[in-house]
């Protein structure tokens, strides 16, 4: 069993900046490939990053991508988002989630443990 816990989100104007953390208790997420999503009122949830095992290789969704950047600490057993240039279009809860082999998991939303989510505002 993983416990999920992300932490670092928050209210910020447009164009600033806050880096999401994600810790994790039970087991090394060094087995798991990770990701990020969002889910912002009355909208599914989507896909916003995904880190391999190995941390070699990483995925953004579109609208993201070139402003974010998923990244592991291994030692700390934490994963992170950070998010720059924010819009308020960015609004929303974010999740950390843990899959247990390849970023494809991610990314398909075969996810094997989520965590509780932590809000992001970004005002205009």
């Known amino acids: 069993q993983v416990h999920l816990a992300e932490s670092g989100g928050g209210l910020v104007q447009a164009g600033g900046s806050l880096r999401l953390s994600c810790a994790a208790s039970?087991?090394?997420?060094?087995?798991?490939?990770m990701g990020w999503f969002r889910q912002a009122p009355g909208k599914e949830r989507e896909f916003v990053a995904a880190?391999?095992?190995?941390?070699?290789?990483?995925h953004y969704a579109d609208s993201v991508k070139g402003r974010y950047t998923i990244s592991r600490d291994n030692a700390k057993n934490t994963v992170y988002l950070q998010m720059n240039s924010l819009k308020p279009e960015d609004t929303a809860v974010y999740y950390c989630?843990?899959?247990?082999?390849?970023?494809?998991?991610?990314?398909?939303?075969?996810?094997?443990?989520w965590g509780q989510g932590t809000q992001v505002t970004v005002s205009s």
């Open positions: 989630a843990a899959a247990a082999w390849t970023t494809a998991q991610v990314m398909n939303m075969d996810i094997a443990y």
């Open positions: 039970g087991r090394t997420l060094s087995n798991y490939a």
């Open positions: 880190l391999s095992r190995g941390g070699d290789v990483t």
